[in-house]
């Protein structure tokens, strides 16, 4: 599967916290499940933002985003 970079957003961790702020990586709780609080850790750039702003964003940059966030913990 080819994955699209539109924008051609830097894939790099600078960009990301140049652009997003200095704790755009760091680890946030959110609640999945109100009737289970199943809870799941995102970066916190992701919860800061509407769900269609981030789905606007290239899937490539998207998935870079997740990848170190997840080495970062």
């Known amino acids: 599967m080819k994955i699209k970079n539109e924008n051609q957003c ?4 600078d ?3 140049r652009t ?3 704790d ?4 946030c709780c959110i609640v999945t499940d109100e009737e ?3 809870m799941i850790l995102i970066p916190k750039m992701r919860e800061a933002m509407p769900a269609e702003a981030w789905f606007d964003l290239p ?3 998207r998935l870079f985003v997740l990848r170190a966030f997840y080495e970062s913990l």
């Open 24 to 27: 755009a990586l760091e680890p």
């Open 36 to 38: 289970d609080e199943e």
């Open 15 to 17: 960009y990301i916290l």
């Open 20 to 22: 997003y702020g200095e």
């Open 59 to 61: 899937q490539e940059f």
């Open 10 to 13: 830097p894939l790099s961790v």
